[in-house]
């Protein structure tokens, strides 16, 4: 079945940076395009950034732009999200997400912290 495992979260400094993992399994990963999204307490979760199947094509929330970069390595079914310059309102639960069909499917989450 379709597993995603979200990894390299924890508790940063405002300004450090973190890289995010999810290892996708149970599909073909290189045919499917990849998101990451966010919930923040209090807050519905939202998209902050896709990749296309080959990696040639990202987008970003407003709110990363220019701060976070999404990348995809194929060979190891794996997705990242490399952030950078984080803010304390960064902080969230994030979660790796595919749609495959018309299922869509979440990992379990991994909480980023940004705090002095």
């Known amino acids: 079945q379709v597993q995603l495992v979200e990894s390299g979260g924890g508790l940063v400094q405002p300004g450090g940076s973190l890289r995010l993992s999810c290892a996708a399994s149970g599909f073909t990963f290189s045919l499917y395009a990849m998101n990451w999204y966010r919930q923040a307490a209090g807050k519905e979760r939202e998209l902050v950034a896709v990749?296309?199947?080959?990696?040639?094509?990202?987008r970003y929330a407003d709110s990363v732009k220019g701060r976070f970069t999404i990348s995809r390595d194929n060979a190891k079914n794996t997705v990242y999200l490399q952030m950078s310059s984080l803010k304390p309102e960064d902080t969230a639960v994030y979660y790796c997400n595919t749609q495959v069909g018309n299922v869509g499917f979440w990992g379990q989450g991994t909480q980023v912290t940004v705090s002095s």
């Open positions: 990749v296309s199947r080959f990696g040639g094509g990202t």
